[in-house]
Nanobody, 128 residues
């Protein structure tokens, strides 16, 4: 429904940084909550965190807090995932997804099933 486009992935060495972007041309992201998820080869889809864009509240998963930061820029209508001190275990396809802002999937317990629209993903590869 909402066409989401992730960008910013690539190949980075261990300890490096990447900033992923999530854009939705033709849609206002402040009307949604945006989640970040990732999926490594052979693994299930894992929550990274989310942001209630309308007020900027973020809910990073505890295991990634301190290395990953979610933010938004209303002027650019873009949500970001800043990833620092990357590890090989972070290698995955990273997706952003949207739920209606009054839905309940974005909070301390990130519920991916509440997110109705998904981007195609962007590959992040962290070399050892």
């Amino acid at each position: 429904e909402v066409q989401l486009v992730e960008s910013g992935g690539g190949l980075v060495q261990t300890g490096g940084s990447l900033r992923l972007s999530c854009a939705a041309p033709g849609f206002t992201l402040a009307d949604y909550n945006i989640g970040w998820f990732r999926q490594a080869p052979g693994k299930g889809r894992e929550g990274v965190g989310c942001i209630t864009v309308s007020d900027g509240t973020t809910y990073p998963v505890d295991s990634l807090k301190g290395r990953f930061t979610i933010s938004s820029d209303s002027a650019k209508n873009t949500v970001y995932l800043q990833m620092n001190r990357l590890k090989p275990e972070d290698t995955a396809v990273y997706y952003c997804a949207a739920e209606m802002k009054d839905d309940y999937g974005c909070g301390p317990n990130l519920n991916r099933y509440s997110f109705h629209s998904w981007g195609r993903g962007t590959q992040v590869t962290v070399s050892s």
